[in-house]
């Protein structure tokens, strides 16, 4: 059976421009890869855990905050591994500077006898649509595709819907930093 993953793909509008908060993953293997690597908050999940759930759970562990909110799910996408991405869209504001991500240990150096603790992630970051798709891993850019055209909105409406926005933030949960 193909391995599962859950994870929220969290959204703001900042002066008028949409932008996704994505992640870059931690340790040496991803030290010096950028492009094609970022991702979204996401982690495996087990047959009896609900996808949802473990999407909200390794929002927390990666990002070091709780998810809560209206969660609008997407279509799942398969990425190139054949690992099956579930995911959730939800609108927030943290500042990335903030995040604290768990760790995960290996040995490092490669066959040293050493064990070394990573970070899960080791930074995120807002970027707009075209970075973003650039940033993410090819098969998650779907996600974003579904994000952009689910919102579907005129500049009017991006106009209107930014300032419910700010005014929404300001009490956010995701607003803790």
Known sequence: ???????????????????VLLVHPGGP??????????????????????PLDAAKREFQEEIGI?????????TPITQKSGK???AWVSQGNIDPKGIKSNTFEIEWPPRSGKKQKFPEID????????????KINPSQSALIDELV???NLTEEQHKKRSTSAKKRDKTSQFDLF
Request: net charge negative.
């Open 29 to 50: 293997f991803w030290a010096k890869k950028d492009l094609g690597a970022w991702s979204i908050p996401k982690g495996e999940f087990s047959e009896e855990e609900n």
């Open 123 to 134: 930074r995120g970051e807002w970027f707009n649509v075209q970075e973003a798709k650039e």
């Open 149 to 151: 055209n689910r919102l």
């Open 84 to 86: 099956i991405i579930y």
């Open 66 to 74: 709780e998810a809560f909110g209206e969660f609008i799910e997407l």
């Open 1 to 19: 059976m193909n391995k599962r993953s859950a994870g929220i793909l969290l959204y703001r509008l900042n002066n008028n421009s949409l932008e």
